[in-house]
């Protein structure tokens, strides 16, 4: 049976097999679900900082902080190779069992957004964002607007680059500064005080 095309989509083979490009390079101990995402947010250009947050949001399970013109979102990978993923309101389905991670995903963005409205001094949002590596289908019920957004972590960079604008230019650089400092999430082991960049 002939596959659909879709322009941009792509399940596998969209990078090869090279080396991982400078910004994440020394990511190869990382699981390879977030060190493949990780190469897939370098494509994002210069209008966006992505972030590697998974060692600030450990606890809930969270990978990229990432910060662009339309605002700032919080992306989960989930590993679902050749599973039957369907996403309502509240629950995300792997071949018909529930799970958490719709669940997880907003009470990761809730703390970072509490996190940063605090140290910022006004309501910030935190958009979060599921990224479903490799599943065999994806589908969705119930109402959009109350969905947490799931996509084929492919699509991912293109989503992001494509939502509409909600914050000014400044107001980017401004996120992206207090976003990266570790000081923000009340997290500061030895090393840098920085979150790592993945761009």
Known sequence: MKKAQRVG???SGLFGRGGAPAA???WSTEPPTEFELGRMLTALDDRFTALRAFDVFGELDTDFLVVGPGGLFLITTRVQGNAKVWVDED????NGRPTNQVSDARNAADRASARLSAVLGQPVRATPVIAVMNPLSL???G???RRVV??????????LSECS???SDDAVADFAVVAEDRATWGSLPSGSRRLARVR
């Open 165 to 167: 604008r909600t914050l």
């Open 143 to 145: 109402d959009p607007a």
């Open 91 to 94: 629950v995300l389905w792997v």
């Open 150 to 159: 799931t996509l084929p972590a492919d699509l991912v960079t293109q989503w």
């Open 9 to 11: 989509f792509s399940f």
């Open 139 to 141: 589908s969705f019920g």
């Open 24 to 26: 994440t390079r020394g």
